[in-house]
């Protein structure tokens, strides 16, 4: 089979749109990084218990703004030691400690410690590029407890 002056650019054209196909399927898609934040908050719309089943929430958040901690977050899980005046997890906190860090594909991992009344707090963030977020929430005194949600800029 012999090309002539028409099939040859045609033949060309469509080797050039196959090969120009073939790489965009295979190129990995472009990650962003999240922002070295100081002050945000993560909406949160789901909880994952320890001894029960996970659900949907709403009307539920976190925020970290400067050197504090407003938490308004559902609580199941069992409470290995009595906490006088424990009103649930609805505060505003100051930060005992905070460690930031990067972990894998951009994401921002960030740990807190606070205290109220007798009870001790850990906090771990995981803040995801495309706006997803993942909480784990450790009491001194109880069940560790873990939520998802959407986080934003403040």
Not at 39 to 51: E, I, K, S, Y
């Amino acid at each position: 089979m012999t090309m002539n002056r028409t099939t040859y650019p045609v033949a060309c054209l469509l080797l050039a749109v196959g090969l120009l196909m073939q790489a965009c399927r295979t190129a990995e898609p472009v990650q962003g990084e999240v922002p070295e934040l100081n002050n945000f908050r993560v909406d949160v719309d789901f909880m994952h218990p320890r001894r029960w089943s996970s659900r949907s929430v709403w009307d539920y958040w976190v925020t970290i703004a400067n050197d504090s901690v407003e938490c308004h977050l559902p609580y199941m899980g069992v409470k290995y030691q009595a906490d006088f005046y424990d009103e649930g997890l609805d505060f505003r906190l100051p930060l005992t400690s905070f460690r930031r860090g990067r972990g894998r594909k951009g994401q921002a991992e960030m740990e807190l410690t606070f205290q109220r009344n007798m009870t001790g707090y850990r906090l771990t963030i995981t803040l995801y590029p495309g706006g997803k977020a993942n909480l784990y929430l450790l009491p001194t005194n109880g069940d560790g407890i873990g939520y998802d949600g959407e986080w934003k800029a403040l």
